[in-house]
């Protein structure tokens, strides 16, 4: 069975077809063997699984996706989630109320797959009770102070304000116009928050730079972001496989 990395995405994220291209080129010197597989969220909904739990409550899946062969969790080296929502098949025997039970279920079987790759997945879902992981305000806003960076007033019911720079945390690897200066405090807040993937949002005024915001779900347009969370799987691949 060779490895596989997942990228988990919707058919519209351009943004994650092109970092599994780029893992793909990243990975072929260095582990010809190991595939890199974009799944859709729906063809999840259609897969036939198989998840059981041991005596030692360790979990085990099996999932054998439309069109190709069987997956065994313990082929996967990486996972990048980027699911938004996570839709099933409608059935036309089952009443709406049973819909919504099958789909409350599906969601807690995918989230307790990921849930047990640990470090693989992007991000981890250990800490997590949302299948899209999610960041509060105050959260971060605590994390990002504690590590040294400003951040903006703000009314946490109320959307962020306008960003003029990005700071991209991928890894070890930062990319963006303010990393040279903030680069050191992302990173450190990122693995304070326990996410590997963060982009961190800031206002430049006059006489200083505010972070306004900071989001698990950049939108990787910028080919310089797409590279650095590829070499952040590709370097998460090779810790597993080494380890």
């Given amino acids: 069975m060779n490895p596989v990395v997942l990228v988990l995405a919707h058919a519209e994220d351009d943004g994650a077809a ?17 595939e890199v597989w974009g799944v859709r969220p729906e063809t999840l909904g259609q897969a036939s699984w198989s998840h059981t739990v041991d005596s030692h409550g360790r979990p085990h899946t099996c999932l ?11 082929q996967i080296r990486a996972v990048f989630n980027r699911i938004q929502h996570l839709p099933i098949p409608p059935s036309t025997h089952a009443s709406a109320q049973d819909h919504a039970q099958a789909e409350r ?5 995918v989230l307790s797959w990921l849930a047990a790759c640990g470090d693989r997945a992007v991000q981890p879902l250990r800490n997590q009770p949302w299948l899209t992981p999610q960041l509060p305000v105050l959260q971060w806003a605590a994390a990002a102070t504690r590590c040294g960076l400003q951040v903006a007033a703000r009314d946490t019911a109320a ?16 990319t963006g116009i303010l990393a040279t200066r903030f680069g050191v405090a992302c990173i450190a807040t990122a693995q304070t928050l326990g996410f590997r993937v963060l982009e961190f949002r800031f206002v430049r005024r006059d006489d200083r730079v505010e972070l ?4 698990p779900h950049p939108d990787l347009r910028d080919m310089e972001d797409i ?8 370097d998460l691949t090779e810790t597993v496989v080494t380890a």
Avoid: K, N, Y
């Avoid at 054998?64 to 313990?74: K, M, N, Q, V």
């Fill in 105 to 109: 279920e599906f969601q807690a079987l």
């Fill in 18 to 34: 092109s970092v599994a291209a780029s893992v793909r080129s990243l990975l072929q010197p260095r582990h010809h063997r190991t």
């Fill in 64 to 74: 054998a996706l439309p069109g190709r062969p069987e997956l065994d969790s313990t």
């Fill in 212 to 215: 306004v915001d900071v989001s």
């Fill in 227 to 234: 590279d650095a969370v590829a070499l952040c799987i590709a």
């Fill in 159 to 174: 959307s962020a304000e306008p960003w003029d720079a990005t700071v991209l945390v991928a890894g070890t690897h930062t």
